[in-house]
């Protein structure tokens, strides 16, 4: 049975899988342009729109409908697409980037992400829906989540059509568990989320390609 299960899966990763060969799309740029902008825009700007009486209303529903929840799965998912990227990768399924080009543009999107975050998080002083401290906006977790969904996404889409959408719906899952634990409002996960997506999307922007087939520098245009 395990065995059927393993070959299903492999099966299923495959079907969508575009042009399979022996060589890797290496370091192609992202180039910037206004329609990768929006996602994060609106993200962050729908955060901003709620962040009055929707919060509010959303957390006092979480409380009555949903009291004795807790789970820490959102600690695990948040990283999860990370995991995922590069287990496809040693098992066959190339990536976009090669190992040391990759590495380099998630560890900045990681340094960008956390730094955005954090200096919100410390500058706002927003207490958590729990009241266990101040620092609930923007959600930690969620502009993780998304971050590395996005890393997952550009590193596959080309090969896997649907990644994106797995990618931002396991993402999205980090977003609303936060929100059932009682640690984050709506408005604190919107605006992480869009500062997830702009820190790795600024990662591919701005990564030289200083390993592995010389390429163009990115073209920002708008």
């Known amino acids: 049975m395990r065995l059927l299960s393993f070959l299903l899966l492999f099966y299923l990763l495959h079907l969508p899988v575009r042009a399979q060969d022996s060589t890797r799309s290496y370091n192609r740029p992202l180039h910037l342009s206004k ?17 009055g009486s929707t919060k509010w209303n959303l957390a006092q529903w979480r409380n009555e409908n949903l009291p004795d929840f807790s789970t820490y799965a959102d600690d695990v998912l948040a990283f999860s697409p990370i995991v995922i990227a590069y287990g496809l990768d040693a098992f066959g399924l190339k990536s976009h980037n090669d190992f040391w080009n990759r590495s380099a543009i998630l560890c900045k999107g990681e340094l960008m992400m956390l730094g955005s975050v954090y200096a919100l998080k410390y500058s706002t002083h927003v207490p958590r829906p729990d009241g266990s401290d101040i620092y609930s906006f923007p959600s930690g977790h969620t502009a993780q989540a998304f971050m590395a969904a996005t890393f997952l ?14 990618a931002y719906t396991l993402a999205a899952s980090v977003g ?47």
């Open 35 to 51: 329609a990768q902008l929006w996602a994060p825009v609106l993200l962050g700007a729908s955060g901003l729109l709620l962040s």
């Open 153 to 166: 996404s550009q590193e596959y889409k080309h090969k896997i059509v649907w990644m994106p959408y797995a």
């Open 176 to 222: 609303a568990l936060r929100i059932a634990n009682n640690k984050h409002y709506i408005s604190d996960v919107l605006v992480g989320a869009g500062l997830g997506i702009l820190a790795q999307k600024v990662a591919y922007w701005t990564h030289q390609y200083r390993w592995g087939r010389h390429v163009p520098k990115p073209i920002f245009t708008f």
